[in-house]
């Protein structure tokens, strides 16, 4: 939603995942709304977090936009919750961005001025900030981390022409939440939690991320944005 966002604004985009296939098959398709490339690798290990910020080296000699969106979730009862479930997620959605920012700070520092600085965007979630789990247990955690390295980078980095912050999704349609959406009983669980009664849209979460990636966002800095239709007002 995002990648094909930026690319209809005109950004030349590279996206990564583990799968080569998904990732160039995913290029291939965003590549009929403008420039989209694929560079896959598995970004839960600093080795490959590496490979990527050396292949984009070769590719360009400054990185406007990061934006941190890999990320898992794993469900379980408490009892019965495995510590790979802990592990996996606590490395994709906390260990790795941190990873990428610092690979890439390079790159990110050569595109940054101060009128204009270069943006890093965090997909956190709002299971980061509320207490509702899901029995998402380490998934919830992760995000919750997510929003705290967002103000902490923002803060160390604001130096460097980088400013810092993060998206809050609630609920949008994606592979994440396929067992929501694919599952009548259960969408309708969900969208009774949220008070303007639906889903969020591709192009409003595309929209706000436009928004942090423009000039209107330089003087936004170390930022949790919440975009769930009004869930968090539940308390």
Same mark, same amino acid.
């Given at each position: 939603?995002?990648?094909?966002?930026?690319?209809?604004?005109?950004?030349?985009v590279y996206?990564?995942?583990?799968?080569?296939? @998904?990732?160039?098959?995913?290029?291939?398709?965003?590549?009929d709304?403008?420039?989209?490339v694929?560079?896959?690798?598995?970004?839960?290990?600093?080795?490959?977090?590496q490979?990527? !910020?050396?292949?984009?080296?070769?590719?360009?000699?400054?990185?406007?936009?990061?934006?941190n969106?890999?990320?898992?979730?794993?469900? !379980?009862?408490?009892?019965?919750?495995?510590?790979?479930?802990?592990?996996?997620?606590?490395?994709l959605?906390v260990?790795?961005?941190?990873?990428?920012?610092?690979?890439?700070?390079?790159?990110?520092?050569?595109?940054? @001025?101060?009128?204009?600085? !270069?943006?890093?965007i965090?997909?956190?979630?709002?299971?980061?900030i509320?207490s509702?789990?899901?029995?998402?247990?380490?998934?919830?955690?992760?995000? !919750?981390?997510?929003?705290?390295?967002?103000?902490?980078?923002?803060?160390?980095?604001?130096?460097?022409?980088?400013?810092?912050?993060?998206?809050?999704?609630g609920?949008f349609?994606?592979k994440? @939440?396929r067992?929501?959406?694919e599952n009548?009983?259960?969408?309708?669980?969900?969208?009774?939690?949220?008070?303007?009664?639906?889903?969020?849209?591709?192009?409003?979460?595309?929209?706000?991320?436009?928004f942090?990636?423009?000039k209107?966002?330089?003087?936004? @800095?170390?930022?949790?944005?919440?975009i769930?239709?009004?869930?968090?007002?539940?308390g």
């Open positions: 939603m995002i990648s094909v966002a930026l690319i209809k604004a005109g950004a030349k996206i990564s995942s583990r799968s080569q296939e @998904t990732c160039d098959a995913t290029a291939a398709e965003l590549s709304h403008g420039e989209c694929s560079i896959p690798f598995d970004l839960s290990t600093v080795e490959n977090i490979h990527l !910020a050396d292949e984009l080296a070769k590719r360009e000699d400054r990185l406007d936009i990061l934006i969106n890999s990320g898992k979730s794993w469900g !379980a009862d408490i009892d019965k919750f495995p510590e790979r479930g802990w592990d996996d997620v606590m490395t959605n260990k790795s961005p941190f990873y990428l920012v610092q690979r890439l700070l390079p790159l990110l520092e050569k595109a940054g @001025t101060k009128e204009d600085p !270069a943006r890093i965090n997909i956190g979630s709002i299971a980061g509320i509702t789990t899901q029995s998402a247990y380490s998934y919830m955690a992760s995000k !919750a981390a997510i929003n705290h390295l967002t103000k902490g980078l923002a803060k160390d980095l604001v130096n460097r022409n980088i400013v810092v912050n993060a998206i809050a999704p609920f349609p994606s994440m @939440t067992h929501i959406t009548e009983d259960v969408k309708k669980y969900a969208i009774g939690m949220i008070p303007l009664g639906r889903m969020g849209q591709p192009e409003e979460i595309g929209s706000l991320a436009i942090l990636c423009s209107p966002s330089a003087y936004m @800095t170390g930022t949790i944005i919440p769930d239709g009004g869930i968090l007002i539940n």
